[in-house]
Structure formats: structure tokens, C-alpha cells
């Protein structure tokens, strides 16, 4: 066989097209999905902060949810204040306490939901646990 190598000067056009739909997809999954884990950022930042307040083996639970939306609220995240409001975080925020050891386990599990197109929708589970005395 012998090519000409004139005739070979790059991609078609069916190619470039192809490439596009790829790359758009792939965009507009990113552009999605991105607030989701941007979101999940401020939900970790505020159980770091929670785990480094004081005394919190000896506070209610009551007092660490509400502390834990405190900081979550300061940073000014909209969506997140209305997945974790005061009825709801029972649901998501689990507490445990080790009488012996002293020590308090936070475990936060929730998920979102993500329109993609049509009837698809993407659905992402995050989960944290912190530990602390």
C-alpha cells in the first residue's frame, strides 16, 4: 500500500466534531459536579473546626450541631444551609461517645443530587468522621 502524504493532512471533519461533543460533555459534567465537592470543601473546613473547638466531649449534642451550623453558615454556603438546617442535621450528623476514653466520633454522611439532562441526574455521596477528646 502506498499513502500519498498529501492526502493525510490531519483530522476530519466528523473527527473535530466528535472531539467537541466529548470535550463538551466532559465540560459540562465538570461545571455540575464542581459546586457539589466545592460545597463538600466547606462542610469539611467546618468539622475542622468543630474538632478543634474546646471542651467538646462535654458539650450536648444539641450545642455541637449548632455549633457545626454556625460554622457552616459563616462560610455563606446556600445551598448547605438548606441541606443542614436545625430539623434535618439529626439525620445526617451522627455523634458517639466513648465514656472511657473520653472522646467524642462525629460522623457525617449526606448526598446530593445533580440534574444532568433529560431524566439523568447525578447523585453524590460524601461522608466524613472526625474524632476528638
Do not use: C
Not at 438548606?82 to 462525629?106: H, Q
Amino acid at each position: 500500500m502506498n499513502f500519498n502524504i498529501q492526502q493525510q493532512r490531519g483530522l476530519s471533519g466528523t473527527t473535530w466534531l466528535f472531539l467537541l461533543i466529548i470535550f463538551g460533555l466532559f465540560l459540562t459534567v465538570f461545571f455540575k459536579l464542581f459546586p457539589l465537592y466545592m460545597d463538600n470543601v466547606a462542610v469539611a473546613n467546618a468539622l475542622e473546626k468543630l474538632q478543634e473547638s474546646q471542651n467538646l466531649a462535654q458539650k450536648m449534642d444539641n450545642q455541637i450541631r449548632q455549633e457545626f451550623l454556625n460554622y457552616l453558615s459563616e462560610s455563606n454556603k446556600q445551598g448547605l444551609t438548606a441541606i443542614f438546617d436545625n430539623e434535618s442535621i439529626k439525620d445526617y450528623f451522627l455523634i458517639n461517645r466513648n465514656t472511657e476514653k473520653g472522646t467524642v466520633s462525629l460522623k457525617l454522611n449526606y448526598e446530593r443530587t445533580k440534574p444532568f439532562m433529560f431524566n439523568i441526574f447525578f447523585l453524590v455521596k460524601f461522608q466524613h468522621k472526625i474524632e476528638t477528646a
